[in-house]
T-cell receptor, first 111, second 113 residues
Framework: DAKTTQPPSMDCAEGRAANLPCNHS???????VYWYRQIHSQGPQYIIH?????ETNEMASLIITEDRKSSTLILPHATLRDTAVYYC????????????WGAGTKLIIKP | AAGVIQSPRHLIKEKRETATLKCYPI?????VYWYQQGPGQDPQFLIS???????DKGSIPDRFSAQQFSDYHSELNMSSLELGDSALYFC????????????FGDGTRLSIL
């Protein structure tokens, strides 16, 4: 699975959009981008995933660049409860393979 | 909606003892994954099962073993416990097949004294 690079930490004001970048320049054609988050000491929570088209669900939007070498997770209206470590993971489709976790981004939402 | 259930939530053991962690997947999920997360570290994959057969193996020590039962629940058995085994142990479940995300339980916090 391709390696990902994320900034170690970010701040965002409550109510504003939080934009979390992820670099995955070595991603291959059959690898999907997944985002999870982990609120302190809780189990990781699935957020969203995509291949090449932008995706949106009730939690977030995922914007993937045309060359697929990077992506951005957008939390449209961040709340204090969105403070967590956000992990960007690339994963081969059609597999039950393990998730390989990088360091993630510690997102702090400030009032 | 039903989530992944892990038991116990907290467990305290002494060195060289054994421990058994249990995981009950979301109903109809046929794949189970185990992860270990040490203090201040990222989750590390240990092992996974699909339809009661081991499907993938990560950095699971030889002292640990796991299995998935006919009702799809899974147990992680840990023997000769060491201080370094103190960690959060997460179980995740998913449906098999393309694109299915893993859904995690709240973990078992294992402390070795």
């Amino acid at each position: 699975d391709a390696k990902t690079t994320q900034p170690p930490s970010m701040d965002c004001a409550e109510g504003r959009a939080a934009n979390l970048p992820c670099n995955h320049s070595t991603i291959s054609g059959n690898e999907y981008v997944y985002w999870y988050r982990q609120i302190h000491s809780q189990g990781p929570q699935y957020i969203i995933h995509g291949l090449k088209n932008n995706e949106t669900n009730e939690m977030a939007s995922l914007i993937i660049t045309e060359d697929r070498k990077s992506s951005t997770l957008i939390l449209p209206h961040a709340t204090l409860r969105d403070t967590a470590v956000y992990y960007c993971i690339v994963r081969v489709s059609n597999s039950n393979y393990q998730l390989i976790w990088g360091a993630g981004t510690k997102l702090i939402i400030k009032p | 909606a039903a989530g992944v259930i892990q038991s116990p939530r907290h467990l305290i053991k002494e060195k060289r003892e054994t421990a058994t962690l249990k995981c009950y997947p979301i109903p109809r999920h046929d794949t189970v994954y185990w992860y270990q997360q040490g203090p201040g570290q990222d989750p590390q994959f240990l092992i996974s099962f699909y339809e009661k057969m081991q499907s993938d193996k990560g950095s699971i020590p030889d002292r640990f073993s796991a299995q998935q039962f006919s009702d799809y629940h899974s147990e992680l058995n840990m023997s000769s416990l060491e201080l370094g085994d103190s960690a959060l142990y997460f179980c995740a479940s998913s449906l098999a097949g393309e694109l299915q995300p893993q859904h995690f339980g709240d973990g078992t916090r294992l402390s070795i004294l």
